[in-house]
């Protein structure tokens, strides 16, 4: 049995219509902040990737060459508390409205897998994941909200 502690991480992409200063974009960037506090607040929020000013991502140097690609990269206790802020929160008005603001990518967008605690993902780990969901499929390495794996590689 595996004694250490793990927590799940969590990393997901959109590409925006526009930058982020366009006005097609604008009701996702005035929401980022309260959203971002929002997980910040919620119940199992261990971490998020911020910028230097410790509000956002945007500025963030990632490893997409498309810079309309935005990302966001989180840790939180449980899967649970990861659904409950996605899909029981205001969070949940902007998974179902994304389209005004992103266009359709291929492969999955979200990628999730287990880190032990105390430590936090790089951008380049998560987008290695994300890159591992879209080739493999599902795995205990890197798995989607709907194909669920334990910290001990079983499927749940």
């Known amino acids: 049995m595996n004694n250490t502690i793990y927590h799940l991480a969590q990393f997901n992409i959109i590409k925006l219509k526009d930058h982020l200063d366009s006005p097609v ?19 199992g929020f261990i971490w998020r990737l911020k910028d230097e000013e410790g509000a956002s991502a945007t500025d963030i140097e990632t490893p997409y060459k498309d810079k309309l ?24 008005y902007f998974l179902k409205s994304r389209n005004k603001w992103a266009n359709k990518m291929d492969g999955h967008q979200v990628v999730l897998w287990w880190i032990p605690v105390g430590e936090n993902p790089s951008v380049i780990q998560a987008k290695e994941k994300l890159d591992l969901l879209n080739k493999n499929g599902s795995t205990p390495e890197a798995f989607s909200m709907i194909d669920l794996y334990n910290h001990d590689g079983i499927k749940l």
């Open 69 to 92: 690609i935005f990302v966001n990269l989180s840790v939180w206790l449980t899967f649970e508390n990861l659904k409950a802020y996605s899909y029981k929160t205001v969070h949940s």
């Open 25 to 43: 974009v604008k009701e996702f960037k005035d929401f980022l902040a309260p959203v971002n506090q929002l997980a910040e607040e919620s119940p």
